[in-house]
Each structure stands twice: as C-alpha cells, then as structure tokens.
C-alpha cells in the first residue's frame, strides 16, 4: 500500500463513522474516573448551629476583645489603608479658565437650553458653538509640545 492508499482509507473510516454516537462509557475517555459528574448533583444541606455554638458566637459579638494587649491592636490596624493626602491642583492663569470655561460652558448651555426647550436665537447658537470650538483652540494651542520647564536635564531614554 502507498502513503496515499493508507490516508484515503483513513478518511473513508472517518467519513463512515461520522454519523456513530460516541459511547457513554468509553475506556478511552482523558480523564479519571473519580471526575466524572454524578448523574445528579448533591444536595446541599443546612444544619441548624447548636445552641452552644449559637451561645459562643453571641458572646464573641457582644464582648469584642477587652483586653489591651498592643499586638491584638497591632493586629486590627493591620491591614488599614489610609492613603496620603493628594497634591495640590497646579495652579492655572485666567486664560486657561476662561478656555475650560467656553470649552464646557458652550455645550452646558445648548444641553440646558434643549432641556428646557428654550427658544434660541440664531446669534445665542452661533455664540455657544463658538465658544466651544474656541475654548478647544485655545487650549491646544496653549499646549506645549516639549517637556516642562522644570522636568531637569534627564528626558529619559532617546533613541
């Protein structure tokens, strides 16, 4: 038999067998079988705690720790964040506000007026969009393209 004769009988095995159910039961399954499912789930049971349990538990409750030894309140601080304080906001000069202003205010006000189905003249839509692509101009123009000034002599790695 050629390579050739052997891969055609090989596909026409598949071909035929297309069709078979695979057995439930095979030997030849990939895993063990300790993890096959059972053919129901277990049911989850819930006991009821004994009234010693319930007793104790009552009691840890009502007494949290009296005593003052320094490594149980070591222990309760573990484990609480408390994150540091933020920076400052930088400081900006009024030009910047004035272009966050217009930048936000403009739609704001188309919103607010859409909302409230105000009636706008042609000059009040003519302003508000304006005063929105403005406010955008400004801020991109005002944006600088190199490092800031006070970022040191190291600009990290240039290739």
């Known amino acids: 038999m050629t390579p050739q004769s052997d891969e055609d009988e090989v596909w026409r095995q598949i071909v035929a067998s297309f069709n078979d159910t695979a057995e439930r039961d095979s030997a030849d399954q990939p895993w063990p079988d300790s993890e096959n499912l059972p053919s129901e789930p277990p049911r989850r049971v819930i006991k009821q705690p004994d009234e010693e349990e319930h007793l104790l538990m009552e009691d840890d409750l009502a007494d949290p720790k009296t005593d003052s030894d320094p490594d149980s309140e070591q222990a309760d601080d573990e484990g609480h964040y408390v994150p540091p304080q933020p920076p400052p906001l930088p400081k ?3 030009t910047t506000k004035v272009a966050w202003l217009a930048l936000f205010g403009g ?6 007026s859409a909302a409230l189905n105000w009636h ?3 000059w009040m839509l003519f302003t508000a969009v304006a005063a929105f ?3 955008f101009v400004a801020l991109v123009v005002r944006m600088g393209d190199g ?5 040191g002599w190291d600009d990290g790695a240039v290739i």
């Open 92 to 94: 900006t000069d009024a």
């Open 107 to 112: 739609p704001a006000y188309l919103l607010l």
């Open 120 to 122: 706008l003249q042609g």
């Open 133 to 135: 692509i403005g406010g």
């Open 147 to 151: 490092p800031p000034s006070d970022s």
